[in-house]
Nanobody, 119 residues
Framework: QAQLVESGGGLVQSGGSLRLSCAAS????????MGWYRQAPGKQRELVAR???????DYSESVKGRFTISGDNAKNTVYLQMDSLKPEDTAVYYC?????????????WGQGTQVTVSS
């Protein structure tokens, strides 16, 4: 059974940095489009960043230039480097793996890691 485990969340002051990790087991992240999403209290889950199987990257406008998504093949882990953090970045951050083969879509989510940015 595939599993995604996030880590690296915590409390940080505005302007600080955190690096989130998403360790994949039971799947190779290079065979999936991997993404980081976040959900703040009372809000819908939103895309933060994605790294596609092609290697292309995608960022939401709100984090572009501050966050960087990357992957480590040897560790089968995807990272989200978050710099210049703002209080509005406070949310639970989730890792996602998705791929579609024909009509079948396979989708996995991690359990989430809390990021809190104080002003």
């Amino acid at each position: 059974q595939a599993q995604l485990v996030e880590s690296g969340g915590g409390l940080v002051q505005s302007g600080g940095s955190l690096r989130l990790s998403c360790a994949a087991s039971g799947l190779s992240f290079r065979s999936y489009d991997m993404g980081w999403y976040r959900q703040a209290p009372g809000k819908q889950r939103e895309l933060v960043a994605r790294i596609f199987m092609s290697g292309n990257l995608d960022y939401s406008e709100s984090v572009k230039g501050r966050f960087t998504i990357s992957g480590d093949n040897a560790k089968n882990t995807v990272y989200l480097q978050m710099d210049s953090l703002k209080p509005e970045d406070t949310a639970v951050y989730y890792c996602n793996a998705v791929r579609s083969i024909g009509m079948r879509t396979t989708n996995y989510w991690g359990q989430g890691t809390q990021v809190t940015v104080s002003s």
